[in-house]
């Protein structure tokens, strides 16, 4: 049985580049300055040159937190007029066009062979779920588990409960990458969405985010899940590439 193949690429903070066999999905691209001089995929930032593919290409925004968004990948359809975008439907607040597909949690959508579901968020937005030549990617915006230690004993058991509850309603559904915030913001407390994910949903490989320039974290994540049978990536630096099969 032939190998069903993604290259991933991290694009800094929340924002992923992920290639298949047939399509391109990026996620969440907020920052268009690169890391280095030379403006460059490596770099963290996507040029013109790289939309000049036969390949569909497909950007998710899970919401407008200027994290997450950058009106820049609209100049993008200037380089490939066919690139189709998935937007959260709060950012219909700040554009609105007709050939943009907005999207609100608990909705389906189908362009050609690719799948979406959306999921809710304890923040802003929504969570994506994208079936893709054979592959089913996760990704989860601002789904956390925010245990701020300046929360009352109240809101940090609400906190709790939403983003279990979310969680809970995409137990039954296979998810071959997972992307989940490992935000050290959280302090001690970083760990609890990644680990509670891993447990309840299982995906093959996941994938640490909004952690900023603070990589140190991915590593004391990968620790959390030593004994799980779920894999993950330990990143070091913005222009990453990681490699999925199955």
Known sequence: MQNINCNIVHLGHSSFL???KNNILIFDYFNDTPVLSERSIENGVLSPEDFKTDKDIFVFITHSHSD???PVIFQWENANPNIKYILSSD???EIEE???YYMSPYETLQIKDVNIKTYGSTDKGVSFLVNVDSIDIFHAGDLNWWHWKEFTEQELKREEEDFKREVDNIIGNNVDVAFIP???RLEEFYHLAGVYFAEKINPKLLVPMHFRDNFYICKNFAK???NSSVKVV???HVGQRIG???
């Open 244 to 246: 999925f099969s199955k």
């Open 182 to 184: 490992v935000d050290p």
């Open 18 to 20: 992920v290639e298949t």
């Open 234 to 236: 330990e990143l070091t």
């Open 98 to 100: 007709d050939h943009f």
């Open 224 to 226: 959390q899940l030593t």
């Open 68 to 70: 997450h968004y950058n």
């Open 91 to 93: 950012v219909k607040e």
